[in-house]
């Protein structure tokens, strides 16, 4: 099985500023890759997912990803954020072969200070 | 589409009591699975389906039962409520199906209080 690790547990940042959440899954196996937000009281949005080809992806809300096979990582990226970003942010992994299970990392809580 | 439904909202229960929390998808998805999320854990996947007729249990299945008689619908029972089952219920879907998807697509959540 996966084990998905979010080092940060808690990233306060101040608006305008850039921001890197980190993701690192455990196994080498092909993957698929996934961010997913959650506002406030609501449930999982997804965010953007690295399924093949180009290694950097873009998502929704100004969000890019980069995938890292060698450091098996998956670390999402905002150049600027907005108060609007304020959330809960989750990576999950799903095996290429499987491809049911989907294994999820212990969250990130992103603040955005004004 | 309405998506991925959940109901209730909000449920309060006493130790003891049973329930079934409902879910159901519009989108014709083969797999659905409930999450339950608790603080400072993330996700941890309780019981997920890859068809009509076809369970399994996830990481924590225990205190939980799930059938799939329809392709819609995949409810969560409950059978004898603890304390330690408080916590927010999401169910979530994804394809293959009338719109194949990679990822899945998640209900708004049941938020679960048991006293």
């Known amino acids: ?46 965010l953007l997912k690295y399924l093949s080809g180009s290694t950097l992806v873009k998502g ?18 905002k150049p600027s954020v907005h108060i609007s970003d304020t959330a809960e942010y989750f990576c999950a992994v799903s095996d290429r072969n499987t491809g049911n299970q989907f294994y999820f990392g212990t969250g990130t809580s992103l603040t955005v200070i004004p | 589409n309405a998506g991925v439904t959940q109901t209730p909202k909000f449920q309060v229960l006493k130790t003891g009591q049973s329930m079934t929390l409902q879910c159901a998808q519009d989108m014709n998805h083969e797999y659905m699975s409930w999450y339950r999320q608790d603080p400072g854990m993330g996700l941890r996947l309780i019981h ?44 979530a879907s994804r394809g293959p199906g009338q719109a194949f998807s990679y990822e899945q697509y998640f209900g708004p959540g049941t938020r679960l209080t048991v006293t």
């Open chain 1, 1 to 46: 099985a996966q084990s998905v690790t979010q080092l940060d547990s808690q990233v306060p940042v101040f608006e305008e500023a850039p921001v890197e959440l980190r993701c690192n899954y455990s196994s080498s196996v092909s993957v698929y890759l996934f961010w997913y937000v959650q506002y406030p009281n609501q449930g999982l949005q997804l």
């Open chain 1, 60 to 77: 929704i809300n100004g969000f890019e990803a980069e995938f890292n096979k060698s450091q098996t990582s998956f670390h999402l990226r």
């Open chain 2, 48 to 91: 997920y389906s890859v068809g009509a007729g076809i369970t399994d249990q996830g990481e924590v299945p225990n205190g939980y039962n799930v059938s799939r008689s329809t392709t819609e619908d995949f409810p969560l029972r409950l059978l004898s409520a603890a304390p330690s089952q408080t916590s927010v219920y999401f169910c």
